[in-house]
């Protein structure tokens, strides 16, 4: 399922008063070509940059660990408000045990389904 997908998905679920939380991830460019994760809550829509600018030419991993704790935090919170579904990425972060992986454990001991997305490169993960 791609991203575009699960955040259409989540979109329209919502529009039939399904009560939804959690986030999907929008990759985009700045005008200056630079490439930005964002995190977006599906229940407000609220954005979240989880990238950091490194410049041009950087070749280490852009993650910004303060957007993702804040991505975590919207994540948290939806489980708190008693969803009926929960939308999260799993990706390269979640399949090394880091990223949103607690929050996946967390909605799972809560009984919370949880549609997700995985990138073929992590689906042995």
């Known amino acids: 399922m791609s991203i575009r997908l699960l955040a259409d998905f989540a979109q329209d679920i919502a529009q039939q008063g399904v009560r939804i939380g ?3 991830q929008r990759h985009s460019r700045r005008a200056n070509g630079t490439h930005v994760m964002l995190a977006i809550d599906v229940a407000t829509g609220q954005e979240i940059s989880i990238s950091q600018p490194l410049g041009s030419g950087a070749m280490s991993c ?3 660990t303060n957007g993702l704790a804040e991505a975590a935090a919207v994540v ?5 408000n008693k969803i009926d579904l929960l939308v999260i990425k799993f990706a390269k972060q979640e399949a090394a045990g880091r990223g949103l992986r607690a929050e996946f454990v967390d909605a799972i001991t809560r009984s919370v389904p949880v549609l997700t997305a995985v990138p073929k490169k992590c689906l042995a993960d």
Do not use: E, K, M
């Not at 948290?76 to 708190?80: G, I, P, V, Y």
């Open 76 to 80: 948290s919170q939806a489980l708190r």
């Open 62 to 64: 852009n993650l910004d």
């Open 22 to 24: 959690g986030i999907v």
